[in-house]
């Protein structure tokens, strides 16, 4: 078993509790009673597979409070994407200009914008979506 492996299974049974005779357990993410996620080693990554609504991978580890690269055995982000990070007050500014504007849409769905603000939502929305990516332990 991968020290990945072992991570997941501690968090699995501190969240959702000890898994059945087969070593399956509760999912966590749609939170049924059933035992119906299974998880195991694969070649590159910890397997995780929910039999009964085929839940999200990204979305069970949410709710163990983990994220995708914390299932890879190498979980080392490129040094391409590990710039993507943002720092906080770039990430807060970014979401700030995306939320004002669709709010100003959401008030006047004809508002015109000029080239300099859509240059800076332009920016804004692919700075957040390569954060995001890198945070979950994408890579492109
Ligand atoms: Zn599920």
């Given at each position: 078993?991968?020290?990945?492996?072992?991570?997941?299974?501690?968090?699995?049974?501190?969240?959702?509790?000890?898994?059945?005779?087969?070593?399956?357990?509760?999912?966590?993410?749609?939170?049924?009673?059933?035992?119906?996620?299974?998880?195991?080693?694969?070649?590159?990554?910890?397997?995780?597979?929910?039999?009964?609504?085929?839940?999200?991978?990204?979305?069970?580890?949410?709710?163990?409070?983990?994220?995708?690269?914390?299932?890879?055995?190498?979980?080392?982000?490129?040094?391409?994407?590990?710039?993507?990070?943002?720092?906080?007050?770039?990430?807060?500014?970014n979401?700030?200009i995306i939320?004002?504007n669709?709010?100003?849409?959401?008030?006047?769905?004809?508002?015109l914008f000029s080239d300099q603000d859509l240059r800076a939502i332009c920016k804004a929305k692919t700075e957040?979506?390569?954060?995001?990516?890198?945070?979950?332990?994408?890579?492109?």
């Amino acid at each position: 078993m991968t020290i990945q492996y072992e991570n997941l299974k501690a968090a699995l049974i501190r969240v959702t509790g000890e898994p059945d005779k087969r070593g399956r357990f509760k999912c966590p993410s749609h939170g049924g009673d059933d035992y119906n996620l299974a998880i195991r080693d694969s070649d590159k990554k910890v397997q995780i597979t929910c039999f009964s609504h085929k839940c999200d991978g990204v979305d069970i580890l949410a709710s163990l409070d983990m994220k995708l690269s914390d299932i890879y055995y190498d979980n080392k982000l490129s040094k391409k994407t590990a710039n993507w990070i943002l720092p906080p007050d770039r990430l807060a500014r970014n979401k700030s200009i995306i939320a004002i504007n669709a709010i100003m849409l959401q008030h006047n769905p004809n508002h015109l914008f000029s080239d300099q603000d859509l240059r800076a939502i332009c920016k804004a929305k692919t700075e957040l979506e390569q954060h995001y990516l890198a945070s979950y332990g994408g890579e492109i």
